[in-house]
């Protein structure tokens, strides 16, 4: 089979097109987990806010659709497992349980959501990849939130003015480079 052909086979996510082994899939899975892990390391603080704006999320929602929703969620649960054994590339090369783990479950879940969307081709174009990725954002805050004012003792409103509003220009920018990156990566695969 072609790339072209497999690029167009609804199911296919991008890692699909690569060669299919167990030993390509652990490949993937690690490689996720680094990036998420690298991307994290590009923290910048945010005055008010115990959450840091990072890179992070942009990396699990891009490994979630690159990958597809059972590779991400295993990329992002060993992530998740080795930050809570002490690897340092949580934000900031922190490690461990902290007020934000809320926001690492969520990139979890979130990944399993916008890996299932891409197998429907939700990664193709740039309007439902903009959709997509507005998802997965939503799903982290879902779990990220509430996890940040259980765990830091804030009501409602102080985590969402800690925890949510001062993201939402970086994470629209994030969707705008998302709805750029993974449609043209299809397209440059269908000209190979």
């Not at 072609?2 to 167009?8: G, L, R, V």
């Not at 082994?21 to 490689?31: I, K």
């Amino acid at each position: 089979m072609s790339t072209a052909t497999a690029s167009a086979r609804p199911g296919t996510v991008l890692a699909d097109l690569l060669p299919a082994s167990r030993v390509r899939d652990a490949a993937l899975v690690l490689g996720g987990a680094a990036l998420t892990g690298l991307a994290a390391q590009i923290a910048v603080p945010v005055p008010g806010s115990p959450v840091p704006v990072t890179g992070q999320t942009f990396a699990a929602l891009l490994v979630g659709t690159s990958l597809g929703a059972r590779r991400g969620v295993a990329s992002l649960a060993l992530y998740a497992l080795a930050g809570l054994m002490g690897v340092p590339w949580f934000a900031s090369g922190t490690s461990g349980l902290s007020v934000s783990f809320g926001y690492i479950l969520g990139m979890i879940l979130a990944s399993a959501a916008v890996g299932a969307l891409a197998r429907r081709g939700a990664d193709r174009g740039a309007l439902r990849m903009a959709g997509t990725m507005v998802l997965g954002e939503a799903i982290i805050y879902a779990i990220g939130v509430p996890y940040l004012a259980y765990t830091a003792h804030l009501s409602a409103s102080a985590a969402i003015a800690a925890g949510l509003t001062p993201f939402l220009i970086g994470d629209a920018l994030k969707a705008a480079l998302a709805m750029g990156a993974t449609p043209t990566a299809w397209k440059l695969v269908g000209k190979r």
